[in-house]
C-alpha cells in the first residue's frame, strides 16, 4: 500500500491525529485493498417509479412510529408495544419486516437503556428514567421502509439525556454532509468525530445498509472511517439507512447467548440510536421516513 500517509501527516480518516496515532497499526496489518470493484457490485439504483415506491413504504412506517408514540410511556411493556405495532400494521394491510426474520419473533424491536439494538419485546414494562430504541420496518407491496427513534421515559438523568441528543444531532450531521456521489465515510467520518468529540464511542458491529426490496442489502453503512470503504460511493438512485448507535462507554457488544438477538454494551452502559431510510438523489438526501409528530433537526430533549 503505498498510498498512506506519512506517520505526522494528518490520518487519512479525518479524525484529526496524527496517522501513526490513529489508523498506522491498522494498515499495517493489511496486505493490499481488494479491487474498488469488488466492494459494492450492481448497486440498485431505483428509477422514479421505484422511488415512489420506497416513499410509500417509508410514509406508512413512519405513520407506524408515530402511531406508537404516545403508548411510549411509563408503565406500559414493550410486549404491549409490540401488540399495537402488529395490530396497526395487519388493520392497514401491509407486512411487518422484522417477524420471522431469520426467526426473529417479534413485529419491533424495542432496545432499552445497555441494549444497543435488537431488543426483544417482553413483559418488562418501562419505568421512569429508562431510554428505548423503538425499531420498526414494514413491507408496502414489496417495498420496505426501516427507522427507529429513542424515546426517553419519565425524568432521565442529565447523562442519558445529553447521550440522546448526541446521537439524535449525529444523525442529522451526517445526513447533511452527503452529495451525490460522495463517499459512504462522509456518513463515518461526521458521525465519530461528533461523538468522539463529546466522550461517546461508535458501535462498529453493528450498521446501516441498503434497502429497497430487500430488507438488508448491500451497501454496509458504516458510521465510523474505514479505509476499505473510502471507494464505495453513494450514486444518486441508492437507498439506505443511516442508523448511528453511540455509547456512553465502550464502543464493544455483546450479543445474549440465550435469545441471539439481543446486543448489549459490553460494560453495560447507556446506548442510543435514531435511523432513518434515506434516498440519493440527483441533488442530494432525501430523508423518506420523516413522522408527522416526532423531532426534527434542531429538537432539544
Known amino acids: 500500500m503505498n498510498d498512506r500517509p506519512g506517520r505526522n501527516d494528518p490520518c487519512w480518516c479525518g479524525s484529526g491525529k496524527k496517522y501513526k496515532k490513529c489508523h498506522a497499526g491498522a494498515d499495517g496489518k493489511k496486505t493490499q485493498l481488494k479491487p474498488k470493484k469488488k466492494l459494492f457490485r450492481n448497486p440498485l439504483l431505483l428509477d422514479e417509479a421505484e422511488r415512489e415506491c420506497m416513499r410509500r ?25 409490540d401488540r399495537i405495532a402488529a395490530e396497526y400494521t395487519r388493520e ?18 424495542t432496545s432499552i437503556n445497555e441494549v444497543i439494538c435488537h431488543g426483544i419485546p417482553e413483559d418488562r414494562a418501562l ?36 447521550l440522546v441528543q448526541v446521537t439524535f444531532d449525529s444523525l442529522y450531521l451526517a445526513i447533511d454532509a452527503l452529495t451525490p456521489g460522495c463517499s459512504i ?39 465510523y472511517p474505514e479505509r476499505s470503504q473510502e471507494s464505495v460511493a453513494l450514486p444518486p438512485g441508492i437507498c439506505f439507512t443511516v442508523e448511528p448507535m453511540l455509547n456512553v462507554g ?39 421516513t420523516w413522522t408527522e409528530n416526532g423531532p426534527r433537526p434542531g429538537h432539544t430533549f
Open 92 to 109: 392497514h394491510g401491509h407486512t411487518g419486516a422484522c417477524l420471522g426474520y431469520r426467526g426473529y419473533p417479534k413485529t419491533i424491536c
Open 127 to 162: 419505568v421512569d428514567g429508562d431510554i428505548v430504541n423503538v425499531d420498526c420496518t414494514t413491507i408496502v407491496d414489496g417495498w420496505h421502509g426501516d427507522q427507529s427513534e429513542t424515546f426517553l421515559i419519565g425524568d432521565v438523568s442529565d447523562e442519558a439525556r445529553q
Open 185 to 223: 465515510n462522509d456518513i463515518g467520518r461526521t458521525i465519530t468525530r461528533y461523538a468522539e468529540d463529546r466522550g461517546y464511542s461508535v458501535v462498529r458491529d453493528y450498521q446501516g445498509h441498503g434497502i429497497g426490496r430487500k430488507f438488508h442489502q448491500k451497501p454496509d453503512v458504516l458510521h
Open 250 to 288: 465502550t464502543y464493544k457488544t455483546e450479543l445474549d447467548s440465550k435469545d441471539g438477538w439481543t446486543v448489549r454494551t459490553l460494560d453495560r452502559s447507556l446506548s442510543a440510536q435514531f435511523e432513518h431510510t434515506v434516498l440519493m438523489t440527483e441533488t442530494g438526501p432525501e430523508i423518506m
Open 57 to 81: 413504504a417509508c410514509k406508512v412506517n413512519a405513520s407506524l412510529l408515530d402511531h406508537l408514540r404516545p403508548h411510549v410511556v411509563a408503565g406500559v411493556t414493550t410486549n404491549e408495544l
